[in-house]
């Protein structure tokens, strides 16, 4: 069998075509590599799924490959991908996750946990379980001497009442929110946690639900916010209800984006520089004198950074990343990790994204407050940001080097993460952009920020002008 491994196995997880790339065959040589690699024979592992027609049966193929190697698998079935790091976390048990997340529905994909919901990634674990995969598709799986165990366990009720711990939703002012799950598994979990469905107490959030259906086709739009055209829909719906705000999550549900009151998206940088706050004061009330660290990603508005700062915390710049995030997260005891593409990490989830854990913070901040989410998320908004503008590219290296030429003799350099420059324009107001090489396509991925808006405009395109010559 033709497998492209090196297409399929990403930086930080696996996807690729159902029954092209990603086979029931494929799906067992991983899981054998996984147990194999992180030596859990003999040791139980956690598996959930999405809601995509391929899933159920990737989960089956995945329980037999781990379990011939000696794994005993708790399956727990339909779930988010955040529910399934609570799984990992709370039973401190390594996992794995199908879903492709936003992709469409001909693809599928794992997500690896280990024990604690910790990532894995090509550099930590990731690519030995690869070639591992490789050697047991090529030559079979030899079943251990004892045989793993298959078991069943429902984790949402548990998952629900711990994020409800975590963020108080009862003394909150009565509100009207317009929730947009794609289809996706946010229709599985928004109704346990911000609703009923859980067996837990009633909120003061009237939920107005859009596509709660869970369909893996996802036939009313891509289950991707973070492309404009599929937030359309939740936008209207929030001024047509007269909606306080609006939440639109991904396919797997560990993303979320917000919308506010009149239909404009909240930027996830002044979600994360809202929620950072939240979580400083959360780490301050626990331990006044404790230091502080929070994590933010080079493609965050400038406001995150200060927001951090001013509230007495220090903050971390990354590089653009899940398990890369994670990783720093563990390293540094970080309260909270914040990322441009609206993942969100919490000490108090074992490091791992939480969307749903982020639209509580913004749920809880809105309720406390008598002004509209428009007014309270402007001061977290002060700038003027491009979003990230992609570009197909033949020649992503001569690309680079005609834009660092261009402005060698305008600004600072910084390499943490791809190139980012900085400087000021002739009226003194700074500006940043930065450029990275997509680690599996030839485009390259341009972010633009500044104080003036006529600033950003004037950079954006004079370095899209360049990439794209």
Known sequence: MAVNWDAMVKTYDVRGLVNIDLTEEVVEALAAGFVDELELAGKSVVVGHDMRDSSPLFEQAFARGAMARGANVISIGLCSTDESYFASGNLNLAAAMFTASHNPASYNGIKFSRAGAR???????????????????????????????????????????????????????????????????????????????????????????????????????????????????????????????????????????????????????????????????????????????????????????????SEGAIGERTKVGHSLIKDRMAATNAAFGGEHSAHYYFKSFWGADNGMLAAMHVLAEFGAQPESLSAISKQYNPYFLSGEINSTVTDVPAAKARIEEAFVSRAEFDHLDGVTLSGTDSEGHWWWFNVRASNTEPLLRLNVEAKAEATMVAIRDEVLGLIRR
């Open 119 to 309: 990532g894995i990634s090509l550099d930590t674990g990731l690519a030995a379980i690869r070639d591992r995969a490789k050697v047991f598709l090529a030559d079979g799986i030899e079943e251990v001497a004892t045989p793993g165990s298959y078991s069943k366990q429902d984790v949402l009720v548990e998952y629900a009442t711990y994020l409800r711990t975590l963020v108080d939703l009862r003394i909150i002012k009565p509100m009207r929110v317009v929730v947009d799950a794609a289809n996706g598994m946010g229709g599985l979990t928004v109704p346990a946690v911000l609703g009923t469905a859980a067996g837990l107490s009633k909120l003061p959030i009237e939920i107005i639900d859009m596509y709660f259906e869970l369909d893996g086709t996802f036939p009313n739009h891509e289950a991707n916010p973070l492309e404009p055209k599929n937030l359309v829909d939740l936008q209207k719906a929030v001024v047509e209800h007269k909606a306080d705000l609006g939440l639109a999550f991904d396919g797997d549900a560990d993303r979320c984006f917000v919308i506010d009151e009149n239909g404009n998206p909240v930027t996830p940088s002044a979600v994360a520089a809202m929620v950072a706050k939240r979580e400083i004061a959360r780490a301050r009330s626990l331990d006044a004198n404790a230091d502080i660290t929070i994590l933010y990603n080079l493609i965050t508005s400038r406001v995150v950074a200060e927001v951090i700062k």
